[in-house]
């Protein structure tokens, strides 16, 4: 094999794939058809073997073809995180670390860990971002996160694991609601009433819909609000009743007239864990956020 590229050559092949025709992602790079052909054609000759089926519908990839633009894919985004680390760096910013979180960590558990970290470092800056736990695990495993906290029963891979916190999903319901004395309640049996929703881009909507995909139910909610607090503020108004972490609910619940019903559902608790890819490979920044993290869930246990 005697395979030689450039970053033209993997823009390239991302732009075809998602295409699915050489045509068009010869125009999206701004190339011509014989030049894209040419590119594609001594990447094939380099790999010994085809990248592309070629069909009159387009272009499809081949195994070899779909290994290629994965990697290039990878190549690509870390180039991107480079493009913006420099910037920080060149703002006065030593380190720039990327986070994902699921819906419950972040809004309940983060915030007073990121003020404590951001504190001892005010020389970094942190990206931190919402996500379904097994995105959060593929963004991990790729490289294009430096700490991700997952939960519930997610594969975590080849990665370090680390137990972080526990949380029980409930029913927030008003505290005249019929539901309201309840010791639990089956999310089957709630998906009748009226729901209030987070935004359809939450990690946890989501995950209901996952949940409700199973059940093959839809979960179709009433009204779709931007966070927890105002949620219970519909709540607490009668439009309907909301799924959450118990953490979020007890909280709202001690100045709204709410109450949390715990879901019996298995699935509704919630172990959390901090997932990274090697520990020792971590920047130093990066690993004081992991030991903060350790801390944190020591704390709640004890």
């Not at 592309?52 to 633009?69: C, E, H, I, K, S």
């Not at 404590?116 to 919402?130: F, I, K, N, T």
């Not at 008003?174 to 010791?183: F, I, P, Q, T, Y």
């Not at 990274?276 to 004890?302: E, K, M, T, W, Y």
Request: glycine share 8%; proline share 4%.
């Amino acid at each position: 094999m005697n395979l030689h590229f450039d970053l033209t050559d993997l823009r390239l092949m991302v732009r075809v794939a998602e295409h699915n025709s050489l045509t068009a992602g010869a125009q999206a790079m701004g190339l011509s058809l014989p030049a894209a052909s040419g590119r594609v054609r001594k990447l094939e000759d380099g790999a010994g073997t085809r990248l592309f089926l070629r069909t009159p519908q387009g272009v499809t990839l081949t195994p070899p073809g779909q290994a290629f633009v994965h990697h290039a894919r990878l190549v690509l985004t870390q180039l991107e995180h480079l493009r913006s680390d420099l910037r920080e760096y060149s703002r006065g910013i030593k380190g720039h670390l990327r986070v994902f979180a699921n819906t419950t960590a972040l809004g309940e558990f983060l915030p007073p860990v990121l003020r404590r970290y951001l504190q001892a470092h005010p020389d970094v800056s942190v990206d931190l971002r919402e996500q379904l736990s097994h995105d959060i695990v593929r963004a991990v495993s790729q490289g294009q996160v430096d700490v991700g906290i997952v939960a519930g029963m997610v594969r975590t891979e080849n990665l370090v694991a680390i137990p972080y916190r526990q949380d029980r999903l409930v029913l927030a319901v008003s505290c005249d609601h019929e539901l309201a004395g309840r010791d639990s309640v089956a999310f089957a049996d709630t998906l009748e009433l009226d729901h209030v929703g987070l935004h359809e881009g939450s990690a946890i909507h989501a995950f209901l819909n996952q949940i409700c995909g199973a059940l093959q139910q839809p979960f179709k909610p009433r009204i779709q609000v931007g966070n927890f607090e105002a949620a219970c503020r519909m709540v607490e108004a009668g439009i309907g009743v909301a799924i959450m972490p118990g953490s979020a609910a007890r909280r709202h619940a001690q100045g709204m007239a709410i109450c949390a019903v715990p879901l019996a559902d298995e699935w509704a608790l919630r172990a959390m864990q901090v997932v990274v890819r090697n520990l020792d490979a971590l920047a130093p920044f990066a690993r004081d956020l992991v030991d903060l993290l350790i801390a944190d869930a020591g704390s709640a246990a004890s």
